[in-house]
């Protein structure tokens, strides 16, 4: 079980990773979106900082989610981000909703493997 866990958080981080370095860097083809997406992507880029703000928090939040001594801190850093794609797929785009979901069942499964350490942000 704990490869399995491994491998999964593995395949998370470096997910998540490759993304944020994809804001940098714009290695990775863009595929044709709509009109009402397109509008959207506008509107982020607008915001000179908005994107390179995600793509740090994914790559930082990727890069700690891999060891388990920092997948905890890890997964509280990448959940707003993780929360928003979950939620832009389920209205926009449902093609990458299977994808989205399997990433959030990997992120909640950290979450409930760690509640023992957020207890302590709690009391």
Not at 26 to 35: G, L, S, T
Not at 86 to 101: D, E, K, R, T
Not at 117 to 122: Q, R, T, V
Request: proline share 5%.
């Amino acid at each position: 079980m704990k490869i399995v866990k491994f491998i999964l958080c593995l395949f998370f981080g470096l997910v998540f990773a490759n993304a944020g370095l994809d804001k940098f860097l714009h290695y990775m083809p863009y595929p044709e979106v709509d009109a009402e997406i397109a509008k959207i992507g506008e509107a982020m880029m607008s915001l000179k900082w908005l994107i390179p703000l995600t793509g740090l928090v994914e790559i930082v939040g990727g890069v700690l989610f891999i060891p388990q001594k920092t997948r905890a801190l890890g997964a509280i850093v990448i959940l707003p981000v993780m929360v928003g794609i979950l939620v832009h797929n389920a209205i926009f785009m449902p093609s990458g909703l299977i994808f989205a979901g399997v990433l959030f069942l990997i992120i909640l499964w950290a979450l409930y493997d760690n509640r023992q350490k957020y207890k302590l942000l709690i009391s």
